[in-house]
């Protein structure tokens, strides 16, 4: 995909003039064929939420919404299409034979923990969706893992842009090797107060 205008600009006026919807859709084009990465797109609705345009629970839900759409998708393929139709998508989908493989020893080791931790990980956020259906996982089961996942991720980046204001572009920055560990680390966090939430909530 080419821009005319350099990606955070074209990111900027689409969510800026599109809102919600354009963030959800943002995010599930992002999962299928990256054209932008989301550690530009969230922490951009984080700087949004500092200046008021947007609402930091409906920010982060669209872009649940979005992520889990896309996850859901490449699901989907992997469980109907099979092995075969997935690697002749692979240019589309960006998905290469090693990285397939890779995410399949990847869930045989792990199982149900690659789809909710894997969605912590940039660059393997993606893929842990088409082992998931290469093994027919529970659709609910995934459904709900991802869902968590991509709640701790969304939440743990758009809060890291409001945070930031102005500098919210440093977020990409810091997600290196290092810094996705510490923003793993926090969207860990932001998932562990999600599980406290409901476990209270049961209880009362």
């Not at 889990?68 to 075969?84: D, M, S």
């Not at 890291?160 to 920055?173: M, N, P, S, T």
Request: glycine share 12%.
């Amino acid at each position: 995909m080419t821009f005319a205008v350099a990606p955070g600009d074209w990111v900027r006026n689409t969510v800026s003039s599109g809102g919600y919807p354009a963030l959800a859709g943002l995010i599930l084009a992002e999962n299928l064929f990256p054209p932008i990465p989301s550690e530009l797109i969230l922490p951009l609705a984080g700087y949004y939420v500092g200046q008021g345009e947007m609402a930091f629970v409906l920010a982060v839900l669209a872009a649940t919404i979005g992520s889990l759409a896309g996850a859901l998708l490449l699901y989907a393929i992997a469980r109907f299409g099979g092995r075969r139709f997935v690697l002749k998508l692979g240019k589309v989908l960006r998905v290469k034979e090693r990285d397939l493989d890779r995410s399949d020893e990847w869930f045989d080791r792990h199982g149900s923990w690659v789809v909710l931790f894997g969605r912590l990980v940039p660059g393997a956020r993606s893929l842990v969706s088409i082992p998931a259906g290469l093994s027919e996982m529970p659709v609910l089961k995934f459904t709900a893992l991802t869902a968590a996942g991509s709640t701790a991720w969304n939440a743990a980046l758009i809060g890291a842009g409001w945070a930031l204001g102005e500098h919210y572009e440093k977020v990409g920055g810091i997600v290196g090797p290092i810094g996705t560990a510490v923003v793993g680390l926090c969207a860990l966090a932001v998932l562990g107060l999600v599980v406290a939430a409901l476990r209270r909530r049961r209880a009362a």
